[in-house]
């Protein structure tokens, strides 16, 4: 380690009392070698590379699969449940992939979002003075996090169908709203002109609300007058929309559900396939995340916390202001690697039978066009994408509060 | 994120790799050297293949493997049964899992030319129907716009449905599930107002349901669904022997021999039966077996018709008649090309 050090400075500053290098010195030069050493593993590394899959092709070809990405093109033929970009069974095998990818993202969103949630309160509440509180938290997370999330998907699907009751006995709810065992439809919004001046106002009012907030800090700082710039601030944003909202002369109209002879027809439609994979992933990641959190709390330094006692703090704000900051450090790294858990989770739909972009993609699409390759490659890459990005976008967030806090 | 590139790696590797040696070597020679014919067959479908609380397979599909396993070992005991979903299936024949795929798959142009199989016949002519529960009131297919519909996924069915749907200018809302309980299971609990399948399957799964007498099987038949056994392309030698076995169940029915009485068959003056049965001429010898080879293969599992109303037809719980899975001459579509 240290030879390679010295090694590599005198190879980088041309040091004058120094004698020329002949090639045998080159050749033991331990830099050189580095070099020489990793071009050819490079080297025999795309040889191999090259060699499977010049092998594949020619075993595929042997054995006439298709191969190549023009699939990507032709006409899926079969129908998906939930699209949030227009499909039909007439578009492409392409365009059901995007189905497939946007359902996986908004489940896998969402269900980071609702499982930080409830980690956060039961991994709090694990820690909670209150012995009761205290034992309900841990009982859940010893039973989530012991029971297969497989199988809690099938439990909580089939006791959502199980409960509910069949279309015809659907349940009205305000709105002309239904609930039912085929889901939860709602009145769907259909935008009209207009709704782009609204939607404006409220981005315009928004940073307006931000840039006052900044301003009122700034002011504080400098003359320690207050200014109430979160009132005024609220009222702005809560305003504008409103008012562009009504010169508009409200750009809305909605598809309104209607009792069908087998369904309830138009509306949003909330699917129970989905309803069941969300609560599911986000009860099961919830457990690790609590978990997660309880160890960055009693993470902190008893210290800390008697400190934050001894300048007045009460147990809240010690909590809040002096505590968590603290723990967030601890609690980031692991909670990112159950983001990314949640995320390939969110595979498990194609047995409850969400369309998500295993299900759709890497489950139909390679069965009808039968390219494994390409599309077990394609989904890899989704998923390592994510991933990438999952972590990515953790990582400047870990940054940040480390360094807001230090 | 290493470990995502690593298993990728390996999949492409062993993709690469094993192909390789699928072909290399003869099906038939592995086969024999192994001792067993791996069998792909369905999960459970009563009446095509379906495990008793013993673990022993029967069913119309289950009966082909042990005849192909009959004609080359002369013992129907030498099957391994791998039960396959239906999304799983091909990746399992194509990558050398499995010797035969015997699960009541759909011959379609597509998985038998740019999918790597050749289907080596038919042994049961079918159509998808829809089932819906008696209490809807729903007479004819026709009625179903706006119904929820349970499918299995990767099957035909997935996408004759979307077909029929679309040309008939109605709506429906899919219910698409990967394992056939959970289907059931989500098609029992309302979550959609029909199941549809193979009619064959639809009768086999009713059975399965409560009360079956409150589920009725519409009168529409959507499509051509003519299930066989297939295998890998690239080995003729392998399709002749598992198509020339179901030949010779078909024929025999054709020519009145049994299990029963197939050894005294052996001695007809026949001669279609004498080349059958192998007391004449040596077929066996084009396609790498023994001459009794057919003989084994009835003698193990009985002649086609006799499979048919053991497992599905009037000796079992299903008792679907014959109709287009008669013979030729009866009326039927079963046909199969003399031995000579
Ligand atoms: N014949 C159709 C459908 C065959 C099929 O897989 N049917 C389903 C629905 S009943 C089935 O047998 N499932 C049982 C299983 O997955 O084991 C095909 O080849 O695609």
Redesign the interface.
């Known amino acids: 380690m240290v030879k390679m050090h010295t090694a590599r400075d005198g190879a980088r500053h041309t040091v004058p009392a120094r004698p020329r290098r002949g090639l045998r010195d080159l050749a033991y030069d331990p830099t050189t070698r580095g070099i020489v050493l990793q071009v050819l593993l490079v080297l025999a590394l795309l040889a191999l590379g090259a060699e ?2 010049s ?2 092709l020619t ?2 070809e ?5 191969s190549g990405f023009g699939f990507l093109e032709r006409t899926a ?5 939930q699209t949030l970009i227009d499909y039909a ?2 578009s492409s095998y392409g365009r059901a992939f995007w189905v497939g990818l946007l359902n996986t993202l908004l489940v896998a969103g969402l269900g980071i979002l609702i499982s930080t949630v409830i980690g956060f309160v039961i991994g709090m509440a694990r820690l909670s003075s209150n012995w009761l509180i205290a034992r309900l938290a841990g009982v859940y997370v010893e039973i989530l996090r012991n029971i297969p999330p497989l199988l809690m998907l ?1 439990a909580i699907y ?1 006791a959502v ?2 409960s509910l009751p ?2 015809r006995d659907s349940l009205t709810l305000p709105l002309s709203s239904y609930l039912n ?2 889901g939860l439809t709602i009145p769907k919004p259909i935008w009209l002109d207009g709704i782009g001046i609204v939607v404006a106002a409220l981005v315009a009012s928004v940073i307006a609300a931000l840039a006052l907030k900044g301003w009122a800090a700034r002011r504080r700082a400098a003359t320690g007058h207050g200014f109430p710039a979160v009132g005024i601030g609220l009222a702005l944003v809560a305003a504008a929309p409103a008012i562009a909202w009504v010169m508009t002369g409200f750009p809305v109209a909605f598809d309104m559900p209607q009792m ?4 309830v ?1 138009g509306g949003l439609t909330l699917l ?2 989905f309803v069941a994979l969300l609560v599911g992933l986000s009860l099961y990641t919830a457990a690790f995340i609590a978990e997660i959190v309880r160890a960055g709390i009693a993470g902190v330094a008893k210290g800390q916390k008697e400190a934050a006692a001894a300048l007045g703090l009460s147990r809240r704000q010690a909590m809040r202001l002096v505590v968590v900051p603290q723990a967030m450090r601890i609690i980031i790294p692991p909670l990112t690697n159950q983001y990314l858990n949640l995320t390939k989770n969110s595979s498990l739909a ?4 969400y ?1 998500d972009l295993v ?1 759709v993609f890497a ?2 699409v ?3 066009t ?1 390219q ?2 390409e599309v ?2 394609i989904t ?1 890459a989704v ?2 994408l994510l ?2 990005v999952t ?1 990515l976008l953790m990582n400047w967030f870990n940054a940040r509060m480390a360094l807001v806090e230090r | ?1 290493k470990s ?2 690593t298993t ?1 790696l390996a ?3 062993l ?3 094993t ?2 040696p699928v ?1 290399a070597q003869g099906t038939l020679q592995k086969v024999k050297d192994r001792g067993q014919l791996v069998c792909g067959v369905n999960t459970g479908i009563a009446g095509f293949s379906a495990p008793d609380d013993k673990g022993n397979w029967s069913g119309l599909d289950v009966d082909l493997c042990r005849a192909v396993a009959a004609a080359i070992f002369k013992d129907p005991a030498k099957v391994k049964f791998v039960p396959l979903t ?2 799983e299936r ?2 399992a024949l ?1 990558s050398g899992e499995i010797d035969v795929l015997s699960r009541n798959t759909t011959w379609t142009m ?2 038998d ?4 199989m050749n289907f080596a016949g038919i042994n049961y002519y079918d159509g998808q129907g829809f089932m819906v529960n008696k209490a ?1 009131g729903v007479k004819s297919a026709k ?6 519909i349970c499918v299995q ?2 099957t035909t069915t ?2 004759n ?3 029929y749907f ?1 040309q008939q200018g109605m709506t ?8 056939l309980p ?2 059931l ?2 098609y029992n ?3 959609c ?1 029909v199941f549809t399948s193979d009619a064959s399957q639809l009768y086999a799964t009713r059975l399965t349901l409560g009360s079956p007498a409150d589920h009725i099987v519409l009168p529409e038949v959507i499509s051509k669904e003519p299930l066989g056994p297939a295998v ?3 080995d003729a030698q392998w399709g002749n022997i598992v198509r020339w076995v179901l030949f010779a169940l078909i024929n025999a029915e054709e020519f009145a021999i049994t299990q029963e009485n197939v050894d005294k068959m052996k001695d007809s003056t026949n001669p279609e039966v004498k080349r059958l049965l192998g007391s004449e001429g040596d077929f066996g010898k084009g396609v790498g077996l023994d001459s009794d080879w057919a003989y084994q293969a009835i003698k193990a599992v009985g002649n086609y018709g006799e499979s048919f109303e053991r497992n599905v037809g009037q000796g079992s719980r299903l008792k679907i008649s014959r109709g287009q899975n008669a013979l030729w001459r009866d009326g039927g579509l079963q046909y199969a090309p003399p031995i000579r």
């Open positions: 499977i899959v092998n594949a075993n595929l042997k054995q006439n699969i298709a033929g079969f129908d998906i449940s069974n007439t099938f089939f169908l199980k069949l279309p065992v085929r069908g002879r087998f369904n027809t129970p396939e194609v047995a409850i039978g369309p299900h489950g139909t390679l069965n009808q039968s494994a390759i077990i490659a890899m998923y390592l991933s990438v972590s | 994120m995502i590139l990728g999949a492409i590797v993709a690469a790799v192909a390789g072909l239906a999304k091909f990746t194509q597509s998985r030319t740019s999918a790597g809807l009625e179903l716009s706006g119904a929820s996924t990767g997935e996408l449905v979307a077909d679309r429906y809302k899919p219910v698409v599930i990967e394992k959970e289907t299971a989500a609990a309302g979550r107002d890998r392309q690239g």
